[in-house]
């Protein structure tokens, strides 16, 4: 296919960011195109990044040039610089800003007048790179520095001075190692340079060699800066370093995390620098060193970072664009911090009037704070570790879950303990229906609990029949705004859409590539946001199902998402102990919260969305400002002794309170406005866990248990502080949800069931029964008359409300859908493969083999009906083009080098375009007639396409005669030949066989291949045929052999009581498993022998551990790491046990 040119310019803002011109220069988007595309867009890499000494211009240097761009007019571009034969490293301004000089990977320096864009002179000398050039502060001298690496000794390490003017060198100023940066003093009278072993300070003006500051780790120092008053050198590598420019003493480290660029604020005040590893930008305070604040996450690659010269914009590379920010849009600092708890804070919740913050904790107590004064109001003693807290809808009323076995529920405003509901179980959450009469309380239960919180007895139903069926979990779901659609997020790393009426399944999201741990709907309903393990967030167009982006920047599992009520914000918490603010609408990262030193489990906003509350298992709970573009720390909640779980933060209502629950048996009330502890509720040896505010905010509902057990659900009266203890589950709640009157609580258990309840009575009302495994998310419809129930049977089940009767059981297990452009067909993506849907009768037709090699990420019908395009996962970056009508494989699209997010077809179907993972964005040139393949006879199981499953029948059949649909060449006895015959018919091309088609339980080892590859080539034969079937078995072999050893994780994760750990060889090795607490002590050691080369992926070959120590005990819950040692590898992940 021929190539033809496009010149595309794409741009993408966050504040500003600059897209690359394509004036003065050759069209970049013809450059190294793969085969078959006809443009690229995307610009490059980005090296440096410097505005003009006015500010009236920004330079962009990279791997096509330096642009130049108009600062004062939406960032116009004006000029591509080009002449240099490699990448422009470094950039920098003459003080007066006529001339601009670019050092490259060429060894020459180009000086460039900076008004017209007009080249002034080359400079030559150096024989390596140029790394760095800077002008004297008089703006008569400029100094490069060279040299290739910093261990390399034998090369170009030197400094040179030039004369501006003249373009005549001056001097050299010889260093033993790689010159990695350059700064000149601001009075000009010092030069430093930086090389591997230190900083080097020479004479500006007689180029005499001054001194030398050595230091043990500047093997990894990238740059070097001045400070504006000449007082301070700064040092930035893998740690940013402070030194006194005068003694050469280290003044301060600000971070050591890794960094690639720094700057100071015009003013001096600020240091900005980008984080490396993180991908963030964070911000100091020059003199002390405090950290203010960390935002914008940027996209990888080496960061240039620089200020405006009025301090007003920051600028940053990213990999291939420039971001902008306004610098006065951003300030975190903490205002308030709430002190008292003594252990982990484990919930959080507000009264519905929003003056009263209660927090539970592992201290065993519930605390009361007055939210405007910032001030303790009282204390609850639970007992116990207090896990969940919720406040009744009138406020009045506190309920707190504790671990062991009872639910507490206080007056808030006498500040006494109203009920004392004892259980044999514990709890992790508690939740008031709206109207206040019910209390819901999950746990360690079989059944569900409700209270009726008025007639303090609980409601029993009757049980119903059990009718699912085991199959991976459903971890986390949620109901959109009007009630109609309900998505869930599960293990299998998927999140769905339903039809809530009718249990006909709408989308299936596919793209996270772990667990999703929660899902939200934007108010609106028209976006979905879903957080996973894999450390992303992703949304979803809710009316399409399609991708619209992810969102990256967490270095751990995300696990709680919440929506602003304007729906403009995000918020997540995650394990890297950070909360997160992103952009709905542009998807960019505004402020990163830190300041928890452990994972973040739960986010909510107030209901006025002005403040987040995060709970933490760093035991405390921390509040944060949120207005306009101001993002800032607002309090710091400290009362907690122990963690704060999953769920166990709320506000009430009227988000005037927050409730936290933790660990430490307490649940603890905050002001929202002054941040002041409100009261602290304790219940007697139970912690708490999971709360919710009932509508009215006057009770609050927390599950309650032990480390062990979460049976039981506390409703907790918000103004006294007593509680009532609902019991009834056997098994530990995982999940409580009111209904939206607030007469009933529903909660779902470990026990398999869903209990509802009556909040004003603790009545059980019924047991609604049919779920094989752990019910983990309950939530009522928006009306109120559904609930849905997502359990760990790979199930979603809608039950009647009011009867009880079973509804709908949604069981569909496929991907990312699309309609057919004429309506008559829906096609849905299921790892490797897509199923093929009649639209109106919801009849399967057939399932396409993709040819895939990793999940496929996105699908899209041409306007005709005739092809359907898959996009790639990250491990398979193709686009691949189907018949959907006879599955035939049309072609392969190879180019993009990350995974394919999207796909799509132009109007007319004879351009695709395709969106990476890897930055670019490559159109396609679309062949739309497909022909129709003809039935061959290597396709042994006649399913219309020759994959591995045709040749493990063949070989099924080795030495079987006679007639037999295997013996493909009809010689009367089915052997080798067949098999290879089969093989050779694979796709259109010799390439991978297509390993995807068939379940990987009956995937041949390698040994198998191996061996099938002996058998043929005993037979020497060299026909055309037979030698591409040996072409495609070597590479069947390839596919099979791993190139690397790897842990991968283990599934089910959570777990209980048993798990699969997953690997691969890639060399034979004796392979030794252990498993360890989080305290480095060992569980178990599983000594799987001498293995071969090949993957142990599925339940059959992947290592086995049934949950119990080198005795034969059951562990407890809670978080294990398990370690692979394959010869001299080793590797180590976590996993985590819930019980």
């Not at 002449?83 to 950039?91: L, R, T």
């Not at 001194?211 to 740690?239: A, C, E, L, N």
């Not at 996962?873 to 035939?888: A, F, K, M, Q, V």
């Not at 045709?950 to 059949?957: K, R």
């Amino acid at each position: 296919m021929k190539k033809r040119v496009r010149s595309i310019c794409l741009t993408v803002l966050l504040a500003v960011t600059l897209c690359l011109p394509n004036a003065f220069a050759q069209d970049y988007t013809q450059l190294n195109l793969p085969e078959g595309a006809i443009a690229r867009l995307g610009k490059g890499t980005i090296k440096d990044i410097k505005y003009s000494p006015d500010g009236k211009m920004i330079a962009v240097a990279g791997s096509l040039g330096i642009w130049l761009y108009d600062a004062e007019n939406n960032y116009q571009e004006v000029a591509l610089l080009t002449g240099h034969k490699d990448d422009v490293n470094s950039i920098a301004f003459s003080p007066d800003g006529n001339t601009l000089a670019s050092g490259s990977g060429d060894a020459t320096i180009g000086l460039w007048d900076a008004n017209t864009g007009q080249h002034i002179r080359k400079l030559s000398g150096h024989t390596r790179q140029v790394n760095g050039v800077v002008f004297s502060p008089d703006g008569t001298t400029l100094a490069s520095g060279s040299g290739d690496s910093y261990y390399d000794n034998t090369v170009d390490n030197t400094v040179r001075l030039w004369d501006v003017n003249t373009g005549r060198h001056k001097a050299t100023l010889e260093h033993p190692f790689y010159v990695g940066g350059l700064a000149y003093s601001p009075n000009g009278d010092i030069l430093v340079s930086i090389t591997r072993d230190g900083l080097y300070l020479w004479d500006a003006h007689t180029s005499i060699h001054i001194k030398t500051f050595s230091s043990s780790g500047w093997d990894s120092v990238r740059s070097v800066m001045y400070s504006p008053d000449s007082q301070t050198i700064v040092s930035v590598g893998d740690g940013l370093d402070l030194w006194d420019a005068d003694t050469g003493n280290h003044i301060k480290t600000l971070d050591y995390t890794g960094y690639a660029g720094a700057t100071y604020s015009p003013d001096g005040r600020t240091i900005a620098g980008t984080n490396y590893w993180s991908e963030t930008v964070r911000f100091w305070k020059a003199h002390t060193g405090e950290r203010l604040h960390t935002v914008a996450k940027r996209k990888p690659g080496e960061p240039s970072i620089t200020y405006s010269p009025d301090g007003q914009t920051l600028a940053c590379s990213e990999g291939q664009g420039v971001r902008l920010w306004h610098i006065d849009m951003v300030e975190h600092k903490e205002v308030a911090r709430l002190t008292g708890h003594t252990d982990s804070v484990n919930s959080v919740a507000f009264s519905p009037d929003g003056q009263t913050l209660a927090s539970g904790s592992s201290d065993e107590t519930v605390r009361l704070w007055n939210v405007n004064k910032r001030t303790h109001v009282r204390t609850f003693k639970h007992g116990t570790s207090v896990s969940s807290i919720a406040f009744s809808p009138d406020g009045d009323m506190l309920a707190g879950a504790a671990e062991a076995y009872s639910i507490k529920l206080w007056n808030v405003n006498r500040g006494s303990l109203s009920y004392n509901l004892e259980a044999f179980t514990s709890f992790y959450s508690v939740a008031f229906s709206p109207d206040g009469r019910l209390l819901a309380c999950g746990g360690n239960t079989i059944l569900p609990i409700v209270w009726d919180v008025n007639r303090r007895k609980f409601i029993y139903i009757p049980e119903l029949d059990v009718t699912s069926f085991l199959a991976p979990y459903v971890s986390s779901i949620a109901f959109s705004p009007d009630g109609n659609t309900l998505a869930s997020g599960s293990d299998d790393k998927t999140v769905r859409l339903w039809n809530v009426h009718t249990g006909q399944r709408i989308y299936t999201l596919t793209g996270h590539t772990n667990d999703v741990k929660s899902v939200a709907f934007s108010p609106d309903g028209n976006i979905l946001a879903s957080s996973s393990d894999d450390d992303t967030i992703r949304l979803w167009n809710t009316k399409t199902g399609r991708h619209i982006r992810t969102l990256t920047g967490h270095t751990d599992w995300v696990n709680s998402v919440a929506f602003s009520p304007d729906g403009s914000t995000l918020a997540s918490g995650s394990d890297d102990a950070t909360v997160r603010l992103w952009n709905v609408h542009t998807g960019s990262h505004i402020v990163t919260f830190e300041g928890h030193t452990d994972w973040v489990n739960s986010v909510a906003f107030s209901p006025d969305g002005n403040t987040i509350a995060s709970g933490s298992d760093d035991a405390t709970v921390r509040l944060w400002n949120v207005e306009a573009f101001t993002y800032k720390e607002a309090a710091l909640i400290t009362g907690h002794s122990d963690y704060i779980d999953s769920n166990s933060v709320s506000f009430s209502p009227d988000g005037t309170t927050l409730a936290s629950g933790s660990s430490d048996d307490t649940i603890r009330l905050w002001d929202t406005t002054t941040y002041d502890p409100l009261k602290t509720f304790t219940s007697d040896e139970l912690s708490l866990r999971s709360l919710a505010f009932s509508p009215d905010g006057t009770t609050l509902a927390s599950i309650g248990g032990n480390w062990y057990t979460w049976y039981l659900v506390l409703l907790w009266n918000v103004h006294t502080g007593r509680y009532i203890k609902l019991t009834g589950h056997t098994d530990d709640v995982n999940s409580i949800a009111f209904s939206p009157d607030g007469t009933t609580l529903a909660s779902g258990s470990w026990d398999n069931t869903i209990r509802l309840w009556d909040v004003n009575t603790g009545v059980h009302l019924r047991t609604l029964v049919g779920h094989t495994s752990s019910v983990n998310s309950v939530a009522f419809s928006p009306d109120g008359n559904t609930i849905a129930s997502g359990s760990w049977d790979d199930t979603i089940r809608l039950w009647n409300t009011n009867t009880g009767e079973h509804i709908q059981t949604l069981t569909e297990t496929t991907g990312i859908v699309a309609f057919s452009s004429d309506g008559q067909m829906l096609a849905s993506t299921g790892g490797r493969t897509i199923r093929l849907w009649g639209a109106t009768t919801g009849t399967h037709l057939r399932i396409l083999h993709t040819g895939h090699t990793g999940s496929v990420n996105s699908i899209v019908f041409s306007p005709d009906s005739r092809i359907i395009a898959s996009g790639g996962s990250w491990s398979d970056p193709t686009i691949r083009l189907l018949n959907p009508t006879t599955g035939e494989h049309i072609q392969t699209l190879t180019g993009h080098t990350s995974g394919v997010e999207s796909v799509a077809f132009s109007p007319d179907g004879t351009t695709l375009a395709s969106c990476s993972n890897d930055g670019t964005v490559l159109l396609w040139e679309i062949n739309t007639s497909p022909t129709t393949p003809t039935q061959l006879p290597e396709d042994v199981n006649a399913d219309g396409i020759v994959n591995i499953i045709d040749l493990t029948l063949v070989a099924s059949n080795f030495g079987e005669t006679g007639e037999n649909v295997a013996d493909v060449n009809e010689d009367g006895v089915v052997n080798i030949i067949d098999l290879t015959l089969v093989a050779a018919a694979f796709g259109n091309i010799a390439a991978s066989p297509a390993l995807w088609s068939v379940n990987p339980d009956n995937m041949p080892s390698s040994a198998t291949v191996e061996k099938w590859l002996q058998q043929a080539r005993q037979l020497n034969r060299t026909g055309p045929d037979f030698q591409r079937g040996m072409l495609v078995l070597e590479n069947l072999l390839k596919a099979l052999t791993p190139k690397e050893t790897v842990l991968l994780p283990n599934y089910p994760n959570p777990f209980n009581p048993e798990t699969w750990i997953p690997y691969q060889l890639a060399a034979p090795a004796d392979v030794t498993l252990t498993i360890y607490t989080a305290a480095g002590k060992i569980v178990r050691r599983l000594t799987l022998g001498q293995k071969p080369i090949g993957l142990y992926q599925n339940k059959s070959r992947a290592a086995y551990w049934d949950g119990k120590n080198e005795v034969g005990e059951s562990v407890a819950s809670g978080l294990y790491f398990y370690t692979l040692t394959a010869g001299e590898f080793t590797a180590t992940r976590k996993m985590l046990i819930r019980k």
